[in-house]
């Protein structure tokens, strides 16, 4: 099993949808987990962390699933300027070091 | 407040050429990272530095080595480049040492022919 597993998508969706992405790891002993953003062309930023109750930012929504080792991203009334890649991250336990997903790629239609 | 900054921007190199990839970062963070992305592989992790004064290997270290000048400075120096090492290299720093949210520079792009 990989550590980090994205589906890569892409996902097409209209203005104003709902779309959620899913990560699933491998290393049961991870404790940070993060959603990075990346545009075409640039640096990965860092766009929220994940708790263990979940936690909220605007319209996005990170959800961790510690039993499933699973993680989600939920957007919200999606706006053109989401269009981007969404990195999934977990930190490698005991190694002190982040692995990263390959990403999944959002594009919002108008 | 410029966060991390990376020079150059781009970079063609022929095989077996030499070069140094330069990182400043200006937040006072403890640790320092270099990373490559390559189409479908994601970020892989080459080199980190958790503290002044100390490196690690990460991921995918051959070919390359690096240097922790100071608590601002870590560079990353390709002595024999090979057209495998053709790709985006982003330079990172996070406050405290190791896993916890890392801030990138806007990244170099290397060819090497």
């Known amino acids: 099993r990989k550590e980090v597993e994205q589906d890569p998508g892409p996902f097409n969706v209209p203005e104003g949808a709902t779309v959620a992405f899913n990560c699933t790891y491998s290393?049961?002993?991870?404790?940070?987990f993060f959603w990075y953003r990346q545009d075409c062309r640039k640096e990965p930023k860092l766009l929220m962390s994940v708790y263990s109750s979940g936690n909220e930012d605007g319209r996005f929504t990170a959800q961790l699933n510690r039993a499933s080792q699973y993680i989600s991203l939920l957007i919200r009334d999606s706006k053109l300027s989401d269009s981007a890649t969404y990195l999934c991250?977990?930190?490698?336990?005991?190694?002190?070091?982040?692995?990263f997903g390959k990403g999944t790629k959002l594009s919002v239609i108008p | 407040n410029a966060g991390v900054t990376q020079t150059p921007k781009f970079q063609v190199l022929k095989t077996g050429q030499s070069m140094t990839l330069q990182c400043a970062q200006d937040?006072?963070?403890?640790?320092m990272y270099w990373y490559r992305q390559d189409p479908g592989m994601g970020l892989r992790l080459i080199y980190y530095?958790?503290?002044?004064?100390?490196?690690d290997k990460g991921e995918v270290p051959n070919g390359y080595n690096v240097s922790r000048l100071n608590k601002r400075e870590f560079s990353l120096r390709l002595e024999s480049a090979a057209p495998s090492q053709t790709s985006v290299y982003f330079c990172a720093s996070s406050e405290v040492e190791g896993g916890y949210e890392q801030y990138f520079g806007p990244g170099t792009r290397l060819t090497v022919t």
């Open positions: 290393n049961s002993a991870s404790q940070s």
């Open positions: 530095s958790a503290s002044e004064g100390t490196t």
């Open positions: 937040m006072n963070h403890n640790s």
């Open positions: 991250v977990v930190e490698g336990a005991g190694s002190y070091q982040l692995t």
